[in-house]
Every structure is written in structure tokens, then in C-alpha cells.
């Protein structure tokens, strides 16, 4: 039986897992849920689930969390805040924790696992994006196992050969072609991107996911971070990632041989699919998803990505060559211009701009510790909401 943690457990990735979980409860025992502030969600979860111990990182939604799961003598202890996330991803008794959090919130809990010699199950990007080199060092030094959720990323490592990859070329491989839907503005006249709305941009063709990554599939932001953790991941050059567009989103990701051969991964496009992969890994579980009817489908599609259309992910790599605290002052220019674009503060069109200015007024630091890190977040949000707020 395998102990979890399930960080940002009301969230699209959280809820899925704990669905797949549900699904298979002589495997999986949950342990620790966490949340943000959904009190209602929580108590559900915490009623269905029966954890040890439930976090919500906000202080007030906490004791009310607490109020409720007394008035039902449920047996679960609430803590609250950052250390609460800290505490729980790092439980002796904790064998996996799913790192479900949206954006920089989920780095310190995340981190907090791999220190722990976990084994992450990685579904929080932007972690690995802001910090990669100290977090793939913190998973070395304290032995612990990560396994992508990223559906990309988990095709590409179940296509990849077993056991630990040092560099790609000593694998043989050529290269990874990391396939991208487009989003749903993948054909929307140019000149209609500055009036979209936050519910066009939600509104994604393939997946149901949280606010923040469906945007960032609208502005194809997501494949950029994604680009960065491939990168991170893999031990992958940039130019070792190639992006290639795949409107159907049955071919999650693939891995070119220098032989010629390209293995690839497929699935109907749910997130059940890689979450119950690593869940299991390195055995197999059923997932709940619908199987994939090759028929039905029908035809593959495949075509270069618009770069003039897509800025963002040449931002992203730009970010990864200049290194350091780049790829932090991206990830938090991107989430604060993506926040503004939902509280309709921004134009859609608008958050490549943020993002370019952000990362052209700061400047970029070597990323030797995580204090330096997290100094270039808050900074390169304080720089982004100015430029949002001079844009007029
Ligand atoms: P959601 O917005 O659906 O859920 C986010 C979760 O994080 C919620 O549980 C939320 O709690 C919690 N949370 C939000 N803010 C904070 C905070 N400041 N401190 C602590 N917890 C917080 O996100 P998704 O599930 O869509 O995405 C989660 C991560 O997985 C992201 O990094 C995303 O890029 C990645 N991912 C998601 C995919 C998907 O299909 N959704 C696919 C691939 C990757 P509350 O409900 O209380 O706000
Ligand atoms: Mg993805």
C-alpha cells in the first residue's frame, strides 16, 4: 500500500488524482490533502478521503476547515500556511507526493518532498521552471524518485530507455518532439487576440484544466515552461526540444532515436492517463479514462508552430540560455500577467509584452541558492504589475 501526499488536492490535477486513487483503494492510502483556500472542497475531500492531516495554506479558510471537521468528528488535524504544505509533503509515514499546486506557491512544498527522498510526482511546472538546477540537485543529493504528470513529459519518459538518463546523446537519442495542441486560438484572426475574453481563453479544445495553465495554452506559454522542464528533466539542450504542433492531442510526445526510430506515446487526452502511470509506476493501474479508438479519431495531424503568433516560447527559451534567475523573473511575470488577464486588467495580447519587459528591466543573477530565487520572484512581480499599470 503506497502512502500520498496530494498537494493542491481541490485543483484539476489534484481532484483527478485523487479520483484514480478512489478508484484502487487497496493500492493507495491519502495521507495529507492540501488546498488554498476552497473550505468547501476541502471538507469533501476530507470526508471521502478520511486523510491524517489537511493543510489550507490560507490562515482563515484553515479554522474554518477545522470548525467543520470537529462539528463531524471527522479524524483529520488541519494545519495552515506554507509550513503546514512544508510539514505534510515531508511526513516520515509519506511514500509519494503528488505536487499539484499552481504556480510559485508550489515550489517550497515541492522541494520540501525531494528533500524528503520522496518520490514527486510532478504536475507543478513552474517549480522545476523557477529552480531546476537546485531542485534536480535536491532530488540527487536526497535520492529521491520524480516521476513527470505533465502529460508531455510522461510520454516522453515512458519513451525514453529505463533507468536513469545522464544525457540524451549517451542514450542514443536524437531528440524530443514535444507536441502542443495550439490552443483555442490557434486560428483566430491575429487581430482578435487583443478583445478575447478570459472565457474564450479557458475554453480549451482538448483538456479541462485549472485557469492559470489553460491561459498559458492560450498564449502557448505552457509549452514554453514545458521546453524549460524537458530541459530540466531530461537533461536535454534546447536545441534537443522541438516543438511540433498536434491539434488532436492523441500523441502526447515523442522520442527520436539516432537510428531513425521515434517511439511515442498516445491516449485520450485525460489527465487519469499519466497520473495513474506514475502512481503506480513502475507497475500498471487502471486509470478510469476512456480507452483511445484509434478509428474514431481517425486522422493525426501535425504542422511547425506560428512563432509570431506563439512569442512566448521564444521567450522561454531566450530565458533558459540566459539562465540564473531568468527563468524565475519569466515564470512570475507570466503569473502576474496572466492574473491581470482574468481580473480583464490586461489584454490577452498583452502578457508576452509583460513578460519581455519584465525579464528586459531586471537584472539576471546567477541562481546559486533559493533565497536568490525567491528575491527575483517577488521582484519580477512588483516590475511586471508596474508595467501592467503604465500600460495605459
Ligand atoms: P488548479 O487551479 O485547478 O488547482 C490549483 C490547486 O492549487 C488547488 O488545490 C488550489 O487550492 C491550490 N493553490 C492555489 N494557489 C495556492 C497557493 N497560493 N498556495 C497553496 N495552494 C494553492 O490547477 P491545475 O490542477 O490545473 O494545475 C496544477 C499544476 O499542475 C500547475 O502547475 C499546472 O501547470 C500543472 N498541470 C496541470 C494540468 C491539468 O490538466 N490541469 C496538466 C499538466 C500540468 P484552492 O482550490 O483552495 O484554490
Ligand atoms: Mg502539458
Given at each position: 500500500m503506497k502512502s500520498l501526499c496530494v498537494l493542491?488536492?481541490?485543483?484539476?490535477?489534484?481532484?483527478?488524482?485523487?479520483?484514480?486513487?478512489?478508484?484502487?483503494?487497496?493500492?493507495?492510502?491519502?495521507?495529507?490533502?492540501?488546498?488554498?483556500?476552497?473550505?468547501?472542497?476541502?471538507?469533501?475531500?476530507?470526508?471521502?478521503?478520511?486523510?491524517?492531516?489537511?493543510?489550507?495554506?490560507?490562515?482563515?479558510?484553515?479554522?474554518?476547515?477545522?470548525?467543520?471537521?470537529?462539528?463531524e468528528a471527522l479524524p483529520t488535524k488541519i494545519l495552515s500556511g506554507e509550513q503546514g504544505l512544508i510539514e505534510v509533503a515531508s511526513l516520515p509515514q509519506v511514500d509519494a507526493v503528488m505536487a499539484a499546486i499552481v504556480g510559485a506557491a508550489g515550489l517550497l512544498p515541492t522541494l520540501a518532498a525531494a528533500k524528503a527522498g520522496k518520490q514527486v510526482l510532478l504536475a507543478n511546472k513552474e517549480a522545476l521552471v523557477m529552480a531546476g538546477a537546485l531542485f534536480t540537485q535536491a532530488v540527487e543529493e536526497h535520492a529521491a524518485t520524480l516521476l513527470p504528470i505533465d502529460s508531455e513529459h510522461n510520454a516522453i519518459f515512458q519513451c525514453l530507455p529505463k533507468g536513469q538518463v545522464r544525457s540524451l546523446t549517451q542514450s542514443g537519442i536524437k531528440r524530443i518532439l514535444l507536441t502542443a495542441s495550439g490552443g483555442p486560438f490557434r486560428e483566430t484572426p491575429l487581430s482578435q487576440l487583443a478583445t478575447v475574453t478570459p472565457q474564450q481563453a479557458c475554453n480549451h479544445p482538448n483538456w479541462d484544466m485549472g485557469e492559470k495553465i489553460s491561459v498559458d495554452s492560450a498564449t502557448m506559454m505552457n509549452k514554453g515552461l514545458e521546453v524549460i522542464e524537458a530541459c530540466f528533466l531530461f537533461h536535454a539542450t534546447l536545441e534537443q526540444v522541438e516543438v511540433v504542433v498536434h491539434p488532436q492531442s492523441v500523441i502526447h510526445s515523442m522520442v527520436e532515436y539516432i537510428d531513425g526510430s521515434v517511439l511515442a506515446q498516445l491516449g485520450s487526452p485525460d489527465m487519469r492517463v499519466p497520473i495513474a502511470h506514475a502512481l503506480a509506476w513502475p507497475e500498471r493501474i487502471h486509470s478510469g479514462a476512456p480507452f483511445l479508438d484509434l478509428l474514431k479519431v481517425g486522422q493525426l495531424d501535425f504542422m511547425p508552430m506560428d512563432e509570431i503568433r506563439f512569442p512566448c516560447v521564444q521567450l522561454a527559451r531566450d530565458a533558459f540560455i540566459a539562465g540564473g534567475t531568468a527563468t524565475a523573473i519569466l515564470n512570475a511575470a507570466n503569473e502576474v500577467a496572466v492574473a491581470a488577464f482574468l481580473e480583464e486588467r490586461l489584454p490577452f495580447s498583452c502578457i508576452p509584452a509583460v513578460v519581455e519587459a519584465s525579464l528586459s528591466t531586471m537584472e539576471i543573477l546567477p541562481a546559486n541558492n533559493l533565497e536568490l530565487v525567491l528575491a527575483a520572484d517577488q521582484e519580477a512581480r512588483a516590475v511586471a504589475n508596474e508595467h501592467i499599470v503604465n500600460r495605459q
Open positions: 493542491g488536492a481541490t485543483g484539476s490535477v489534484g481532484l483527478n488524482t485523487l479520483q484514480v486513487v478512489q478508484s484502487q483503494p487497496h493500492q493507495f492510502r491519502v495521507v495529507a490533502i492540501t488546498a488554498h483556500s476552497n473550505v468547501s472542497g476541502m471538507l469533501d475531500l476530507c470526508r471521502l478521503h478520511k486523510p491524517d492531516f489537511a493543510v489550507m495554506s490560507a490562515g482563515d479558510a484553515a479554522l474554518k476547515l477545522e470548525q467543520a471537521v470537529q462539528a
